[in-house]
């Protein structure tokens, strides 16, 4: 069973240069053309009437991905029989399961009824991964396997690539609000980036703690002791934070009229709706001035500029004696960029003019080989209308999932697939010592023995080997409900398997 996306695979007409959207196509296709009987699953929204019913869902798959794919009409125990009883199909397709109350309850019957006859389970909605649903986390506990499709690990990839620090400087760009349920992801990025880009409704707050004067109306109430500590934080760490210094601003009582007002000057009865020429200067300033070179300034060979990022080198004859000057170079920094959030301040759900001169220099540097992250829906479609190379950039449409990363939380889609990818078994997230000696139980049955022992031996950690896997589902369960910490259950068929896997590796 793959659960695949449906905001990627189902939008109106597909870029199939986009990474995400060809990995997430591969997934599938790589399945079926390796043998594999394939059962796609995944919910989707019914606001474009061509597309409510599965029969129509299932003609579009059929004609992205080039095979039949054929609509199952029911989600039962015997779904397996069900698909063997259609006929001239390649690929199978389950109901909406947005339909289903049961699917956001994460149901255990409802999740054993969507696993029916399913030995593997391929999660490949990332941007679900958040949330706790019977498709993506209860599946996994009636499946042999469990692991990520393509375009699944690849956002977990973006996820490491963001939370990375690098020699380059590391600057982030947040807009959007709500900083008090953000407070700790901000935290996060004000201890590993060099510089804070604040561009949304959050921007008010940050400025209200640096001490600037802010209308009351736009302040997050009891948003104050946060801001403060991020701006604590990066005062502690020298990092420059910018905010914005001008606003368009707009007034009821003159539709269609806006008025540009500085970021401390902003009258009665007008409201913020895009950033304003002066911040945007600040910003290309910041993002475009250079600050490391190849060669270190002062260099024997080279007479360089700080302001301009302009070097002149000289040849030296053998005495050291400058001869003549050998070209001009031009350093820039290669810097590090998450965007991440909107650019806007009104209800407004079209980007703002300030959003696309931000994804206009975003396109300048990417072409300058710097490493540039962007997430968010809005911040994405800007990119891709902007962009002259969109595919340079590294996107993740779900800002949710980020910023759940960001706040250092575990992602529930990502805890349910098995450990043991990619065939490494991380002992610490098995033990919550994993320095004690280890003892193993082969053919351990219902697992009352090695619990015994485990509530009674503390100083030392269990491994239980069994090939039935109802006694190794309901003794997991023992575990999970007695809160041991030392000791653990595996089924004997997946370890084997995992060990020639290892094997093969070392081959």
């Known amino acids: ?37 394939v059962l796609l699953a995944s919910d989707w929204d019914k606001s474009n009437p061509k597309l409510t019913l599965a029969e129509s869902i299932a003609d579009l798959l059929s004609s992205i991905l080039q095979y039949k794919v054929v609509p199952v009409h029911s989600v039962c125990c015997n779904l397996a029989s069900e698909m063997a009883g259609l006929e001239n ?4 397709l389950l109901e909406n399961l947005s339909e289903f109350k049961e699917e956001v309850a994460n149901c255990s019957n409802f999740a054993q009824k969507l696993s029916s006859g399913v030995d593997i389970f391929v999660n490949d909605s990332f941007s679900q991964c958040h949330k706790i649903l019977a498709s993506t986390v209860g599946v996994a506990r009636f499946t042999n396997s469990r692991m990520a499709g393509f375009h699944f690990e690849e956002g977990l990839c973006q996820l490491k690539k963001v939370a990375k620090t690098s020699s380059n400087p590391y600057v982030a760009v947040i807009g959007g609000g709500n900083l008090f349920d953000k407070a700790s992801a901000l935290h996060f990025l004000a201890s590993r980036c060099d510089g804070l880009i604040f561009v949304g409704k ?33 005062r502690d760490r020298d990092i420059q934070i910018l905010y914005p210094q001008d606003f368009w601003c707009k007034n009821d ?22 950033l304003g020429p002066l911040s945007l200067d600040e910003i290309k300033s910041l993002l475009t001035k250079c600050k490391r070179l190849g060669h270190s300034p002062g260099c024997k060979d080279c007479i360089y500029d700080k302001l301009t990022g302009e070097g002149i080198w000289f040849i030296y004859g053998k005495e050291g004696t400058r001869l003549l000057p050998l070209y001009n170079l031009f350093f820039f920094v290669f810097w590090k960029i998450l965007w991440i959030g909107t650019v806007k301040f009104s209800g407004s759900d079209k980007h703002t003019n300030g959003a696309s001169k931000l994804a206009q220099m975003l396109d300048v540097l990417c072409k300058r080989k710097c490493d540039i992250t962007v997430v968010g829906n809005m911040a994405c479609k800007v990119i891709m209308q902007e962009s ?19 706040k250092v939380r575990k992602l529930p889609g990502v805890m349910a697939l098995d450990r043991a990818y990619p065939f490494d078994i991380n002992w610490n997230a ?3 010592n994993a320095t004690q000696p280890l003892v193993v ?11 015994g022992m485990a509530r009674k031996r503390t100083d030392l950690n269990f491994l239980g080997l069994e090939i039935n896997e109802k006694l190794v589902r309901r ?8 809160g041991i910490k030392n000791g653990n259950r595996e089924n004997l068929k997946d370890l084997l398997l995992l060990s020639m896997l290892s094997i093969l590796k070392l081959k």
């Not at 199909?89 to 199978?92: E, L």
């Not at 340079?392 to 999932?401: H, K, L, T």
Request: glycine share 8%; hydrophobic share 50%; net charge negative.
């Open 253 to 274: 009582r003159f539709p269609g009229k806006l008025e540009l007002f500085p970021a401390h000057g902003i009258l009665d009865g007008w409201v913020p709706v895009d």
């Open 89 to 92: 199909a390649d690929i199978f």
């Open 430 to 432: 098995t033990y919550c």
């Open 388 to 406: 002259t190379g969109a595919s340079d950039f590294s996107m993740v449409a779900n800002a949710s999932v980020v910023w759940e990363f960001l």
């Open 202 to 234: 959050m921007s008010f707050q940050i400025m209200h703690a640096m001490g600037l004067s802010v209308p009351l109306d736009f302040l997050e109430l009891g948003a104050l002791k946060e801001a403060l500590d991020i701006v604590h934080l990066a």
């Open 475 to 482: 003794c997991l369960d023992s575990v999970q409900r007695s």
């Open 441 to 451: 139980d082969i053919g351990s049955g219902n697992g009352l023995f090695i619990l």
């Open 1 to 37: 069973m793959v659960r695949f996306d449906s905001t990627l695979l189902l939008q109106g007409e597909l870029d199939h240069r986009t990474r995400s959207i060809s990995s997430a196509l591969f997934t599938i296709k790589y399945l079926y053309e390796a043998g594999a009987k």
